[in-house]
């Protein structure tokens, strides 16, 4: 007599239904990933992070608006530390990698400001870092950011 299965048929039928809602709950991020971030006002938490300084980092809550028009750059991310000069310069290289926006920010003239940004958005969410240095005064510092929607824009065209 040939050896038995020892494992009930119920018991793997039960076993494989489980394992196909797992693959369908990793796929199903992967879907949304390249999806816009929701276009809308966003509280956003900054923090500045200095080098060797951790009790003295600048902390405040900003409002940003967040567009979502697909293919058309920077939605709106921006540097929102205070007295920031790279708060006014322009963005380029903006890449999109899933979930991932990056992009770089370069003032205008010689030792000028520069840094590189990186953010990660989830559904109604974002998480984001740009790395800065402060030009000829060999000053570097990180601009940590934390946005969640709280709503539509105040402008209606946005």
Sequence with gaps: ????DTIPRSTGRAAARRLALLAASLIAPVARANEPIEPGRYAVEVR???PHLDDATGRKTAELC?????GAGNPGFAVL?????????PVSNLRRDGSEITFEIACEGRNAASGSARYVLSP?????RIAMRMGGKNMTMTEVQAGRR??????PDR
Aim: hydrophobic share 30%; with cysteine; charged share 20%.
């Design 1 to 4: 007599m040939p050896p038995q």
């Design 48 to 50: 500045l992070e200095l």
């Design 66 to 70: 967040l567009g979502a028009e697909p």
């Design 81 to 89: 530390s205070d007295n920031n000069p790279l708060a006014r310069c």
């Design 124 to 128: 109604g969410a974002f998480r984001g």
């Design 150 to 155: 709280t709503g539509p824009c105040a402008d």
